[in-house]
C-alpha cells in the first residue's frame, strides 16, 4: 500500500496520498476512468468519476444501487448554477440536492491545486460526493458540522479503498497535500452549531483519517 497510516488522533499522514493511476490500472479494475490525472483537468475527471465508481460498488454490495450525480458542472466566480433559488458563490463547491448535482468554482479549485498540489481536487470533489451519497441514504443530522464531517470522512474511505482496489497511486514527495488542504478548508474557530458550520481543521483532518484507515463502517 503506497498511502501510510494516518493517524487519527492528531491527523498526522506519514506516507503519501493518492494522486493518479497508472496507465491500466483503471481498465483492468473495471472503472470506467479514461483519464490519468496529468494535469488539473484530468485530476479533476478522475477524481469524480473513480469516486462515483468506488459508491457503485459499494452499493451493489448491499443490493442498492448508486444514483450518478446528473451533472458535473465548472464555473467562474458568480456564473454558476443555482440550487432551489439560492446563488452560486464564488470560491466554493457544492453538492445541491435539487437536481442531484456538483458544482465548482474551477478558477478557485485551479488556484489551490497550483498552491497547494494537487490533493486539493481529491479532498474537494470526493467530499461533495460524499453529500451526494448521504442525500441517497439516512441523512439525519442535528447540525451541519455532523453532516459535513461525514462527508470528509466518506471521502476518507473512498480515497483508501480505491488505493486498496489498486485504481490509485501515491506520487513520493505528496505526504502532506491532503492534511494541508484539509487544514485550508477548516474553520477558524469550534462555532459548531452555525448552519454553516463544516470543522475546525484538526476535527477535518481526523473524519478523513478516520475514514481512510478504519473504512465506511466507522463514517
Not at 167 to 182: M, S, T
Request: hydrophobic share 40%; with cysteine; net charge negative.
Amino acid at each position: 500500500m503506497l498511502l501510510a497510516t494516518l493517524v487519527v488522533s492528531c491527523g498526522t499522514l506519514t506516507g503519501s496520498p493518492p494522486d493518479r493511476a497508472e496507465p491500466g490500472d483503471v481498465a483492468s479494475q473495471g472503472a470506467p476512468c479514461e483519464s490519468n490525472g496529468d494535469d488539473f483537468p484530468g485530476d479533476v475527471m478522475l477524481a469524480r468519476c473513480l469516486t462515483e465508481w468506488f459508491w457503485a460498488q459499494r452499493f451493489q454490495e448491499n443490493d442498492t444501487v448508486y444514483r450518478p450525480i446528473t451533472r458535473f458542472v465548472a464555473y467562474q466566480g458568480t456564473d454558476g448554477p443555482d440550487c432551489g433559488g439560492q446563488a452560486a458563490v464564488p470560491e466554493n463547491a457544492f453538492y445541491c440536492p435539487i437536481g442531484h448535482f456538483i458544482a465548482y468554482d474551477a478558477v478557485w479549485l485551479k488556484a489551490m491545486y497550483d498552491q497547494l498540489g494537487d490533493g486539493a481536487v481529491y479532498v474537494v470533489i470526493p467530499h461533495e460526493l460524499g453529500h451526494a451519497v448521504q442525500a441517497q441514504v439516512l441523512d439525519n443530522f442535528s447540525f451541519n458540522v455532523q453532516r459535513e464531517l461525514q462527508a470528509d470522512c466518506y471521502a476518507g474511505a473512498a480515497l483508501g479503498g480505491l488505493i486498496q482496489a489498486g485504481v490509485l497511486r501515491a506520487e513520493q514527495g505528496d505526504e502532506e497535500e491532503l492534511l494541508i488542504n484539509l487544514q485550508a478548508a477548516g474553520d477558524p474557530t469550534d462555532v459548531w452549531w452555525t448552519p454553516d458550520a463544516h470543522g475546525t481543521p484538526e476535527q477535518r483532518q481526523r473524519s478523513f483519517a478516520q475514514g481512510y484507515n478504519q473504512g465506511l463502517v466507522t463514517c
